[in-house]
Every structure is written in C-alpha cells, then in structure tokens.
C-alpha cells in the first residue's frame, strides 16, 4: 500500500497560483494528480513516469507544472493563472502496477483509459478559485 499525504490547498482568487503537496512512501513509478469537481466525475490533471516524462489535460496546459523531489519523495503540482473552473477537489494517486509504461501511466489524462481500482489515493485538498 503506498501511503500519500496532501497538502497546498486553499481558496484564492482569479489568476493566482498554487502549489500542492503529497509525501509518498512507496516507489511508484507513476504518479498523477486528479480533480474532481461538484457534479463531476473525477478527471485527471497531470501524470509523471518515473523516467521523467509528463502529460497534462488540455484544459491546464501552459497553467500547470507536475514535479518530483526523489530526495523528498514528494510529488508537486504547481498551479498559475487559477480559474473558477479550476475549484474542485484535488487527490495525489500513485499507480500500483510497477513496472508500467509511460503509455499506461499517461493514461490517467484520457476518460477512457482511467481505471480508479488501479490506483493507490491520497485524501484530498480542497481548491477553490473565486472570481
């Protein structure tokens, strides 16, 4: 079981910026962030391999940056230029399966290949972006 704990969230408004947090104890060789927004399934934002590579969703690209610290083992996602639409709840999740491709891990930004049961989860901060 990888253990994943959050932090960074908060309300801010309209075209500000923040970073979240989430300390691993595993060694996931994915690890991605998700949001899920009131009414909404769940989405995923932004995916890292463990051989560096990133993807991001359309709707977040050239706002948001997924990084890793190995010394901290700790996954980071740092958000600009916030919008409304950005308010939702927002989860680290490491994948279970090592090792994996990128192909798979970059998987979690595409609705139809996310399989949540594949995934280990964090327990969620709250963003909301007042406008």
């Known amino acids: 079981q990888e253990d994943l704990v959050e932090s960074g969230g908060g309300s801010v408004q309209a075209g500000g910026s923040l970073t979240l947090s989430c300390v691993a104890s595993?060694?996931?060789?994915?690890m991605a962030w998700f949001r899920q927004a009131p009414g909404t399934g769940r989405e995923g934002v932004a995916s890292?391999?463990?051989?560096?590579?990133?993807n991001y969703v359309d709707s977040v690209k050239d706002r948001v940056t997924i990084s890793h610290d190995n010394a901290k083992n700790t996954l980071y996602l740092q958000m600009t230029k916030l919008k409304p639409e950005d308010t939702a709840m927002y989860y680290c999740?490491?994948?279970?399966?090592?090792?994996?491709?990128?192909?798979?891990?970059?998987?979690?930004?595409?609705?139809?290949?996310?399989?949540?049961?594949?995934?280990?989860w964090g327990q969620g901060t709250q963003i909301t972006v007042s406008s």
């Open positions: 999740a490491a994948h279970k399966t090592r090792p994996l491709s990128p192909t798979l891990c970059h998987g979690a930004t595409k609705p139809q290949f996310f399989f949540p049961s594949l995934w280990n």
């Open positions: 890292m391999h463990s051989d560096g590579s990133t």
């Open positions: 595993g060694a996931a060789h994915c």
